[in-house]
């Protein structure tokens, strides 16, 4: 395939909603596309930006077809941004591009070049409005059993759940489909306390955002749809202040004159001496002496 017919996919996330958490890779990207692909509440988010190209919006279940026409188009020589909200490869189109590509029997080096540029997934976007409770292990779990059984979905809440990671719930509910929150919520119960930190972020960073800090027992008599994230706290999580923080690590290692409990190892630190080696290896050696 000559030059001229060389094209550029940019499989591109924008971010939870606003111009501000676009990175300027995405912002780029953006800019440099001819044609833009993207489910029409995403083209809406950025239409600003992208005045004067051609695009090509559809609705949220034509996601194949909206995969095919990137690819396609971006095949025959053109540059075509695909947008997704938050990150594209996170309950995104880029896995569909993939598929897509696959199917053709599409090879690196063949057009298009393919380039994926990140954005700030909800979970992290949420995160960061109601104050820090990723801080330990966390995982994102989708409760939409639209392309995944619900038995494979239950028992990913349950093994999370069980293991007391912090758990960020996509997709958790929608006008029909109420079921999958209400039994996840009876499988964490199981394992953590009724009072566990459980927010609610409905539209992060949007002009409808709403916030709604709550618990495990509670957090059910509120709403939730399909623009709402649920952060799930683990047993270690706590509200201060009206923040949701899950501290690092289990049982308040460090204590405030910088000392260690019982059974823990401290860490080692970071700090050189004036010989460039690290403070901690010279106590370990002082220590043997
Ligand atoms: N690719 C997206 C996720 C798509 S799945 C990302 O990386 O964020 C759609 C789900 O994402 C929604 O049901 C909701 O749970 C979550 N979501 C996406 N944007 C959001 C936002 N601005 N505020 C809250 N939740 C959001």
Request: hydrophobic share 35%.
């Amino acid at each position: 395939m000559s030059d001229t017919n060389h094209g550029v996919l940019s499989v591109v996330g924008i971010g939870p909603g606003n111009d501000e958490h676009i990175t300027p890779a995405a912002l780029q990207a953006i800019k440099e596309a001819e044609l833009v692909v993207g489910y029409s509440t995403y083209i809406k988010l950025v239409k600003h930006l992208i005045e004067g190209k051609e695009i090509v919006r559809t609705g949220m279940t034509e996601e194949i077809g909206r995969a095919s026409a990137a690819v396609e188009q971006a095949r025959s020589g053109r540059k075509v941004v695909l947008v997704s909200s938050g990150d594209a490869g996170v309950y995104g189109m880029c896995g569909l591009v993939f598929q897509v590509l696959g199917q053709i029997g599409w090879k690196r080096g063949d057009s298009p070049e393919l380039r994926i540029i990140p954005g700030i997934t909800a979970i992290n976007g949420c995160a960061s409005l109601v104050g820090a409770p990723l801080g330990h292990d966390f995982c994102a779990i989708s409760l939409s059993d639209l392309l995944t059984p619900w038995p494979a979905i239950r028992k990913k809440i349950e093994a999370a759940a069980s293991a007391d990671f912090v758990i960020g719930l996509y997709n958790p509910a929608s006008g029909r489909r109420q079921r999958q929150i209400v039994e996840a919520q009876e499988i964490i119960r199981k394992y953590r306390p009724g009072n566990t930190p459980v927010s609610l972020i409905k539209s992060a960073y949007r002009r409808k955002e709403h916030i709604v800090k709550s618990d495990l027992d509670h957090f059910l008599d509120y709403e939730i749809g399909m623009l709402t994230t649920v952060l799930v706290g683990s047993t270690q999580t706590y509200y201060f202040e009206d923040y949701m923080v899950t501290p690092r690590g289990y049982n308040n290692k460090y204590l405030m004159d910088g000392t260690v409990l019982d059974g823990q190892t401290p860490g080692r630190s970071l700090v050189l001496d004036e010989s460039g080696r690290p403070i901690a290896e010279k106590m370990e050696r002082s220590g043997e002496a």
